[in-house]
């Protein structure tokens, strides 16, 4: 028994060292670009990266204190030439320009963009898109006119970090939440074949759980309003939280073995699994009765009725 358990610690940690190798060939030697990379997840997967063999890696970061502090950190480890902070604000096109701009010279080519910074404010909303989705998208559509292919570039990886939820637990983050799945569609349309065969940049969403760092440790007096307050952190404290590190390793796998399209998700500490949408057809809700007219459809046996069919206007039935 004893013999067989040692054989078996044997081989997975053979299995690691192999996982660990083929990491190092995929980073060893690339210019990585993080957006957020002063703290938090980013701050983490910084770390990762030089510690996996990066060559260069950029810090894109609004918080230039933080910044500050992080290339100092990262230089004493790893050496001054390995780490570039660019203070910028992702939210702000002309500024992301000037940066991949300035990027593609320093660092001769942009090998891995991880699409990280984003912002938790219900009550700022309309900051909280123009960073989350409008950063995001400028972010992720300037990494691929970097990198594609097709345009000069070599190819490369681009991971935009999303969020996937449980329902039942963000009706207290409704504007949160739509940006977050905004990403993952956003990940899933670059993604595509049709753009990636082109471009040689293959695109994936990473879906963090709950992580501790300053965005959870914060969200509590981010909500629209504080009458949420209570509900939320009794929400919050179900869940377990994992700590950025963790997100890193998986950030790491994900790189390792996720196609251009896929949607990965790191939560409870554990290793990262992929979600797949499925066809929305298939998720079709049918109810009995389908041809009771349009005004009398909100409510049915004392329950409200959340779909309505082309069906209906077809004529066509359904019964569930
Ligand atoms: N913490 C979690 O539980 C969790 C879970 C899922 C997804 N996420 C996502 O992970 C990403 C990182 O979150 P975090 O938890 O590390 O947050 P954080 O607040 O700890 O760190 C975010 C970093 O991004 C920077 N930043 C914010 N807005 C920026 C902007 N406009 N331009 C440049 N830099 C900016 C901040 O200064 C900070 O350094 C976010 O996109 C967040 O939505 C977080």
């Known amino acids: 028994m004893e013999f067989q358990g040692r054989k078996n610690r044997r081989a997975s940690a053979e299995e690691k060292a192999k996982e660990l190798e083929v990491i190092k060939g995929l980073v060893c030697g690339k210019n990585v670009v993080i957006t957020g990379g002063a703290s938090g997840l980013g701050y983490s997967f ?5 510690q996996h063999g990066a060559k260069r890696v950029a810090i894109i970061d609004v918080n230039a204190s933080a910044g500050e502090r992080a290339v100092k950190a990262v230089a004493k480890l790893y050496g001054e030439e390995k780490v570039i902070f660019i203070h910028a604000d992702t939210s ?13 010279t320093s660092m001769d ?57 449980d329902f039942k637990f963000t009706a207290h983050l409704p504007i949160y939440t739509a940006t977050k799945f905004a990403i993952i569609a956003l990940s899933q349309s670059l993604g595509a074949s049709y753009h990636a065969d082109n471009t040689g940049v293959r695109v994936m969403a990473l879906c963090p759980g709950l992580t501790e760092t300053a965005l959870t440790i914060d969200s509590p007096n981010k909500l629209l309003s ?12 179900q869940l377990s939280i994992q700590t950025p590190y963790i997100v890193a390793e998986g950030l790491m796998t994900i790189l390792k073995c996720g196609e251009s399209g896929s949607v990965w998700v790191v939560e409870n500490g554990k290793t990262p699994f992929e979600i797949e949408t499925p066809a929305y057809k298939s998720l079709k809700r049918q109810y009995k009765n389908n041809f009771i007219p349009s005004p009398m459809i909100h409510m049915m046996r ?15 039935t359904s019964c569930g």
């Open 46 to 50: 910084v770390n990762h990266f030089l």
């Open 92 to 104: 702000n096109y002309s500024q992301m320009l000037d940066t991949f701009t300035q990027l593609s």
């Open 109 to 165: 080519s942009i090998d891995i963009v991880i699409n990280n910074a984003g912002i938790l404010d219900e009550k700022r909303w309309t900051k909280e898109v123009a960073v989350n989705i409008g950063g995001m998208v400028s972010v992720a559509t300037l990494a691929l006119r970097f990198m594609r292919k097709d345009q000069g570039g070599h190819g490369g990886v681009l991971v935009n970090v999303a969020q996937y939820f």
């Open 226 to 237: 504080r009458v949420m307050k209570v509900d939320f952190v009794k929400n919050l404290e």
């Open 302 to 316: 004392g329950r409200p009725i959340r779909e309505t069919y082309d069906d209906m206007r077809s004529g066509l």
